[in-house]
């Protein structure tokens, strides 16, 4: 299995873009979940979805962030628009409800 | 809410120690408990993984215990080795309402040669 694949694994863009990250989680799970990580915040959950559908989004910072899963191979996380706040890394991660989870190797985006 | 505590923040010993990292949660409601690694610049790499009907894990020199009524779990290093240096993440899943997963801060990990 390949794991949990991210791309890009970086991502420059100036404020004001839009800004896509992709993910591909392990066949067969039914959970995916999307994180940021900082130094000041640690890792945050953004949102999860189980079986395509968005469970918990509390996590997601404001309006400018949105994410969806339109099957069950892939998912987006957008930020429309992108400020330098949003500087970070963004992790997909999958599993299932009584194994681990599985992390992909992480999207670092900058904002200038 | 959930919250994770992790402590101490940063250590570092000289290889060949046995050492424990510590991790603490204020809700007992868990579903499971997770051990994670993680390198500079990578993902996190799952180490241990504890039910909540557990009480301890091992693989190979890791030992994790789980203590939930006192919201407690610790990461038992044994003759700890260069190889180790990383930070260690622990975290927790929520046991009712869904399956969302809480991260502790972590503890950054350097084992001296």
């Known amino acids: 299995d390949a794991g949990v694949i991210q791309s890009p694994r970086h991502e420059v863009t100036e404020m004001g873009q839009e800004v896509t990250l992709r993910c591909k989680p392990i066949?067969?799970?039914?959970?995916l979940f999307w994180y940021r990580q900082t130094m000041m915040r640690g890792l945050e959950l953004l949102i999860y979805?189980?079986?395509?559908?968005?469970?918990?989004d509390s996590g997601m910072p404001e309006d400018r962030f949105s994410a969806k899963m339109p099957n069950a191979s892939f998912s987006t996380l957008k930020i429309q628009p992108s400020e330098p706040r949003d500087s970070a890394v963004y992790f997909c991660?999958?599993?299932?409800?009584?194994?681990?989870?599985?992390f992909g190797n992480g999207t670092r985006l900058t904002v200038t | 809410k959930q919250e994770v505590t992790q402590i101490p923040a940063a250590l570092s010993v000289p290889e060949g120690e046995n050492l424990v990292l510590n991790c603490s949660f204020t809700?007992?409601?868990?579903?499971?408990l997770q051990w994670f690694r993680q390198d500079p610049g990578k993902g996190l790499t799952s180490l241990l993984l504890?039910?909540?009907?557990?009480r301890e894990q091992t693989s190979g020199r890791l030992n994790a215990s789980l203590d939930k009524s006192s919201g407690r779990s610790t990461l038992y290093i044994a003759a700890s080795q260069p190889g180790d240096s990383a930070t260690y993440l622990c975290?927790?899943?929520?046991?009712?309402?869904?399956?969302?997963?809480?991260f502790g801060a972590g503890t950054r990990l350097f084992v001296k040669a």
């Open positions: 991660a999958s599993g299932l409800p009584n194994s681990p989870l599985h």
């Open positions: 066949s067969g799970h039914d959970y």
């Open positions: 979805f189980n079986n395509n559908v968005p469970i918990d």
């Open positions: 809700d007992s409601a868990i579903y499971n």
């Open positions: 504890i039910q909540s009907s557990q």
């Open positions: 975290a927790v899943r929520r046991g009712t309402g869904g399956f969302k997963t809480i």
